[in-house]
């Protein structure tokens, strides 16, 4: 098999005490916490203060849009809190738990310099005053996590709302969504919490929840990030490599078609998602008649046209409420390999999951 070039490597990580700053001589007020008790101190501390706190909650190897998070949580709150942590949960028993990106070292860099960012900046944003970053043991006390649909443990269940589209084939992902976030706001206890768009099912879960539940908390919810290409922001990005890359754009093409027919009128499922379907079908055809060493083949998992608040599908917009259009799409392995080829992290083996989404405003 030919060589690939890597696109980026992980550096180990050092751990610090609990509360202890990042770096002794940076203007940085990043304070990095491991176990909950004196994280819960330093929370009540700016309780006092009458300090407010928003919370990010990220899995690590961060990018722009979780950035773009952690700014808007700093304009709206004195002090923000962002988890770092690689939630077992929500990860299928044959999901990619293991060759998920962490980036510690890189994680860290890029919290503390946006952090000095922020005590520059003259509009007077808040500080990321603390990176809780737990062990498994922390976050799952009592028995160890289970990612099997029977297993046992403390669970939170959103449904039906975690049982269709990304929960179809990804039966324990909310779950484990539902019970890592409900884990965090206990501990955090924030005002303000903050989710990316593109994950529109998330945010959706996270909401239901939070009413739901009684949680005193606001969901926020920021713009989906993407890069030059129009490729949604993501960890998982990372996978891909320039041919794949190329292909799975195929997904954000096909969302802006059907939000095109939307705005010129169209209401009916049919008339709003059949030339996206048509492009994904075509597309999906003409890497098919490609050799190995030039396709990227993929599977198209779902293309949905959902109530805003259900997530059910529908067979025609109401234009009181508008609609949510989201897309999966799974890109395959890469079969053949040429000499040198960017095949991205894990070297074109691994299958990579691509999710993507559009709000349909509605018009009245």
Same mark, same amino acid.
């Given at each position: @098999?030919?060589?690939?070039?890597?696109?980026?490597?992980?550096?180990?990580?050092?751990?610090? /005490? !609990?509360?202890?700053? $990042?770096? &002794?001589?940076?203007?940085?007020?990043?304070?990095?916490?491991?176990?909950?008790?004196?994280?819960?101190?330093?929370?009540?501390?700016?309780?006092?203060?009458?300090?407010?706190?928003?919370?990010?909650?990220? @899995?690590?190897?961060?990018?722009?849009?979780?950035?773009?998070?952690?700014?808007?949580?700093?304009?709206?709150?004195? !002090?923000?809190?962002?988890?770092?942590?690689? !939630?077992?949960?929500?990860? %299928?028993?044959?999901?990619?738990?293991?060759?998920?990106?962490?980036?510690?070292?890189?994680?860290?860099? @890029?919290?503390?310099?946006?952090?000095?960012?922020?005590?520059? &900046?003259?509009?007077?944003?808040?500080? #990321?005053?603390?990176?809780?970053?737990?062990?498994?043991?922390?976050?799952?006390?009592? $028995?160890?996590?289970?990612?099997?649909?029977?297993?046992?443990?403390?669970?939170?269940?959103?449904?039906?709302?975690?049982? #269709?589209?990304?929960?179809?084939?990804?039966?324990?992902?909310?779950? %484990?969504?539902?019970?890592?976030? /409900?884990?965090?706001?206990?501990?955090?206890?924030? +005002?303000?919490?903050?989710?990316?768009?593109?994950?529109?099912?998330? =945010?959706?879960?996270?909401?239901?929840?939070?009413?739901?539940?009684?949680? &005193? =908390?606001?969901?926020?919810?920021? *713009? =989906?990030?993407?890069?030059?290409?129009? $490729?949604?922001?993501?960890?998982?990005?990372?996978?891909?490599?320039?041919?794949?890359?190329?292909?799975? $754009?195929?997904?954000?093409?096909?969302?802006?078609?059907?939000?095109?027919?939307?705005?010129?009128?169209?209401?009916?499922?049919? &008339?709003?998602?059949?030339?996206? !379907?048509?492009?994904?079908?075509?597309?999906?055809?003409?890497?098919?008649? /490609?050799?190995?060493?030039?396709?990227?083949?993929?599977?198209?998992?779902?293309?949905?046209?959902?109530?805003?608040?259900?997530?059910? +599908?529908?067979? +025609?917009?109401?234009?009181?409420?508008?609609?949510?259009?989201?897309?999966?799409?799974?890109?395959?392995?890469?079969?053949?390999?040429?000499?040198? +080829?960017?095949?991205?992290?894990?070297?074109?083996?691994?299958?990579?999951?691509?999710?993507?989404?559009?709000?349909?405003? *509605?018009?009245?």
């Amino acid at each position: @098999m030919a060589r690939c070039l890597r696109s980026f490597s992980t550096l180990p990580g050092k751990v610090l /005490m !609990n509360g202890k700053s $990042l770096s &002794d001589a940076s203007p940085s007020s990043l304070q990095l916490f491991r176990d909950v008790p004196p994280l819960r101190d330093f929370r009540h501390s700016l309780l006092l203060s009458s300090m407010s706190v928003g919370l990010v909650p990220t @899995m690590g190897a961060l990018h722009a849009g979780h950035l773009s998070l952690i700014r808007q949580a700093a304009q709206e709150n004195t !002090n923000v809190f962002v988890s770092v942590y690689v !939630n077992p949960t929500q990860f %299928g028993v044959n999901e990619d738990l293991d060759s998920y990106p962490r980036t510690w070292d890189a994680d860290l860099s @890029m919290l503390q310099e946006l952090d000095e960012e922020f005590a520059g &900046d003259a509009a007077k944003l808040g500080r #990321i005053s603390a990176v809780f970053a737990p062990s498994t043991k922390t976050m799952y006390p009592t $028995l160890p996590p289970s990612s099997d649909l029977d297993g046992k443990g403390s669970f939170v269940n959103i449904t039906p709302l975690g049982s #269709i589209l990304e929960g179809a084939s990804r039966p324990v992902f909310f779950r %484990g969504v539902a019970t890592v976030c /409900m884990k965090l706001f206990n501990i955090v206890t924030p +005002e303000r919490v903050y989710f990316g768009q593109k994950d529109v099912q998330q =945010t959706v879960v996270i909401k239901r929840m939070v009413k739901d539940l009684h949680i &005193d =908390t606001e969901v926020r919810i920021g *713009p =989906t990030m993407r890069d030059d290409d129009g $490729l949604a922001m993501s960890s998982r990005n990372v996978y891909l490599g320039t041919r794949r890359r190329s292909v799975a $754009l195929v997904l954000q093409r096909a969302l802006k078609i059907a939000e095109e027919q939307y705005a010129r009128g169209k209401r009916t499922r049919s &008339d709003i998602l059949s030339l996206s !379907n048509d492009l994904i079908h075509l597309t999906a055809d003409s890497q098919e008649q /490609m050799t190995p060493d030039k396709r990227a083949r993929f599977e198209a998992v779902y293309l949905s046209l959902a109530d805003p608040d259900s997530l059910e +599908e529908v067979q +025609e917009v109401d234009e009181r409420r508008g609609a949510i259009l989201s897309g999966a799409i799974k890109m395959d392995p890469l079969e053949a390999l040429h000499e040198s +080829e960017d095949c991205g992290v894990g070297g074109g083996v691994l299958p990579v999951r691509l999710i993507d989404n559009v709000i349909l405003q *509605p018009r009245i």
